[in-house]
């Protein structure tokens, strides 16, 4: 995986935090740097353990599933990036200002999901993990940031805009790689 394919899958594996985010800049109004680096760090850190512990399931099973793992990627960034274009369009999420942990935590969690089965996809794609979970981490960390501050600002007109571009990126991710390990690239 280049560092371009790595970088397009870290927008798109950040694009739920970046969606959550900007429902935690509107909720809270006024927001403080505080708000924004504690965004960022819970869902950076999430974005970098999630993938880490697919790419270790991942490990576990490579063996079994070699012969269709580019089959098994295709699915699974698919079906993330559909359910992510999906949400694009849903409505608007219950706004709570709070950045506790007990608030915190199962954001974090629900938002990096996605990025535990894309870290599946890493063990298939021999990526090398530590950089890659690492460089995802401090992507998701800056779009956090990045996403409280906009909140805080501009409200919801960007959320379904970044959860639609994170879908799009990551089904074509998943179809490039299908695309690079089957015949059908060859006739191209």
Request: aromatic letters at 12%.
């Amino acid at each position: 995986m280049s560092l371009f394919e790595l970088f397009l899958t870290a927008v798109g594996l950040s694009m739920d935090a970046f969606a959550v985010a900007i429902c935690k800049g509107l909720s809270v109004g006024k927001t403080k740097w505080k708000h924004c680096v504690l965004c960022g760090l819970y869902f950076g850190g999430f974005q970098a353990l999630m993938p880490f512990i697919g790419y270790i399931l991942g490990k576990q099973f490579e063996s079994l599933i070699k012969g269709v793992d580019h089959w098994l990627s295709f699915l699974l960034l698919g079906l993330i990036g559909l359910s992510m274009i999906r949400e694009s369009g849903g409505e608007e999420e219950n706004l709570n200002p709070s950045f506790s942990p007990r608030t915190m935590l199962p954001l974090a969690i629900a938002t990096s999901i996605d990025a535990l089965a894309a870290g599946v996809t890493f063990a298939f794609l021999q990526v090398d993990i530590i950089p890659a979970v690492s460089f995802i981490g401090m992507i998701t960390f800056l779009f956090g940031v990045a996403g409280v501050k906009i909140g805080s600002i501009y409200g919801m007109k960007f959320k379904s805009k970044a959860e639609l571009a994170g879908g799009i990126i990551l089904i074509g991710m998943g179809l490039k790689i299908l695309l690079e390990h089957t015949e059908l690239f060859m006739h191209f």
